[in-house]
């Protein structure tokens, strides 16, 4: 089981982007899905989790700006940022709780990250 995240890049401040992650692999099933974020010198951050059921929560650094959603036909999960600033500028990792085909639990999965920068 993998996840790998696109879409990151350089956009200005004020500008918007869309992050989005797949997960592949030999999966039964998938619970929760999210997003997180580290900035340089600093612990990564929780931004935003989407359920299998399709409920949402976000952090309140972004609260309002983003928008998480999933399609669990395909096992994606994308994240709309709007208004970003420089301060959201981060490598960006896309988090998913997955049963493979193999166990009868959830493990914790991480993707590789996709990095954010937000400049003029």
């Known amino acids: 089981v993998q996840l790998v995240e696109s879409g990151g890049g350089l956009v200005q401040p004020g500008g918007s982007l869309k992050l989005s992650c797949a997960a592949s692999g030999n999966i039964f099933s998938i619970n929760t899905m999210g997003w997180y974020r580290q900035a340089p010198g600093k612990q990564r951050e929780w931004i935003a989790s989407?359920?299998?059921?399709?409920?949402?929560n976000y952090g309140d650094s972004v609260k309002g700006r983003i928008t998480i959603s999933r399609d669990n036909a395909k096992n994606t999960v994308s994240l709309q940022m709007n208004s970003l600033k420089p301060e959201d500028t981060a490598v960006y990792y896309c988090?998913?709780?997955?049963?493979?085909?193999?166990?009868?639990?959830?493990?914790?999965?991480w993707g590789q990250g996709t990095q954010v920068t937000v400049s003029s």
């Open positions: 989407i359920t299998s059921g399709g409920r949402t």
């Open positions: 988090n998913a709780e997955i049963r493979s085909l193999m166990t009868s639990w959830y493990d914790n999965y």
